[in-house]
């Protein structure tokens, strides 16, 4: 065999092998660029969706470029439209992330506008540091676990009220709300109690307060029987006083303004101007609704005075006197027979 025949039959076994690596680099960049082509296209789609104000269906194209493909630029896209949409501490830990990707070239052209976002989302997201026992007690902020006691970390959380959830097998689940502070932390401390110790606590009737019968050796002094409440009841006299007096007022008023109607009416002819009013009946007419006016006046007055004296009375008197003698206070009022007027009469 030639030397020339000898190295090109050498040859051949190389070049197939050439062949292979080339095909298997074809297999392997053909997808992987479709796919870059694939999530292009989705991020330029939400883009677009952010543009028309669908900020929720941007964010949907956004989740499905980062499942393709998980890259500083999709989590950053899907972080603004989460801001968009108020969901501060989703927005937040993306936002975040994709900042510290400081040498991707397209965070590196937008840093100044994520960090500007980043700034904005800040005001509406505080830290939530959970401390406590079990160890190994799964903790939930708003139902989203967020891991188990020690935490490492603080957790993130929307600014307002959350609700924490600590639970363990064998323990009592403690849900308590907390109110989280914009860019401050906030600090909770939760001990779970065993559920054994809690049931049996609770399984021990509530026994009933020895009563003082008022003998034997340990009693302490009788309790006075007998004794009226004397505050009480001058309160109930008030509200009986301010009654009366509202309801004079209130018929003073009445006749005031009958009279002031009487007195108007131009057939009568009186007018506070004239000598003696106009006649003997405008006269009469005038100073009865004068001094009707000054009754009222001076009802409702009292009636103020005495409703005030009453409600303090009311509040500065105890009624266990009362309550343990069974003795009824009340107030009664009726129309007064064959006559115009009210009547009220106190009952002890």
Same mark, same amino acid.
């Given at each position: 065999m030639r030397w020339s025949d000898r190295v090109t039959s050498a040859a051949r076994p190389k070049k197939f092998l050439y062949v292979i690596a080339l095909?298997?680099?074809?297999?392997?960049?053909?997808?992987?660029l479709a796919m870059a082509d694939e999530v292009e296209d989705l991020l330029r789609?939400?883009?677009d969706l952010r543009r028309e104000g669908r900020d929720q269906d941007a964010l949907e194209t956004f989740r499905k470029a980062n499942q393709l493909a998980s890259t500083p630029r999709t989590v950053?896209?899907?972080?603004?439209?989460e801001q968009a949409l108020g969901r501060w501490t989703d927005a937040f830990e993306h936002v975040e992330w994709a900042l510290l990707a400081r040498t991707d070239p397209w965070i590196a052209k937008n840093r100044s506008v994520?960090?500007?976002?980043?700034?904005?989302?800040?005001? $509406?997201?505080?830290?939530v540091e959970i401390l406590g026992d079990p160890k190994g007690a799964e903790v939930r902020i708003d139902g989203r676990l967020q891991g188990?006691?020690?935490?490492?970390?603080?957790? $993130?959380?929307?600014?307002?009220?959350?609700?924490?959830?600590?639970?363990?097998?064998?323990y009592l689940t403690v849900t308590r709300s907390v109110i989280v502070t914009p860019a401050e932390l906030n600090r909770e401390t939760i001990f779970l109690q065993q559920a054994s110790s809690t049931s049996a606590g609770q399984a021990e009737p509530a026994r009933e307060p020895e009563r003082s019968t008022g003998s034997g050796d340990g009693g302490g002094p009788p309790a006075e029987h007998g004794s009226p409440s004397w505050g009480r009841r001058l309160a109930w006299v008030g509200v009986a006083g301010a009654g009366l007096f509202a309801i004079g007022g209130a018929t003073a008023l009445l006749v005031r303004e009958s009279k002031a109607r009487w007195f108007s009416d131009q057939t009568h002819a009186c007018d506070e101007n004239l000598p003696n009013k106009g006649s003997a009946s405008c006269q009469d007419a005038y100073q009865t609704g004068q001094t009707a006016t000054k009754l009222a006046v001076g009802s409702f007055i009292a009636a103020g005075v005495l409703g005030a004296a009453a409600t303090a009375l009311f509040l500065t008197t105890p009624s266990s006197s009362d309550a343990s003698h069974g003795s009824t206070v009340g107030l009664a009022c009726?129309?007064?027979g064959g006559q115009f007027g009210v009547t009220c009469a106190t009952r002890f």
């Open positions: 095909a298997a680099v074809a297999v392997t960049v053909c997808p992987t789609k939400g883009i950053a896209q899907m972080g603004l439209a994520l960090e500007s976002s980043l700034a904005t989302i800040r005001k $509406h997201v505080g830290e188990t006691l020690p935490l490492a970390r603080s957790i $993130h959380a929307a600014a307002g009220t959350v609700s924490v959830e600590v639970r363990a097998p064998g009726a129309p007064l």
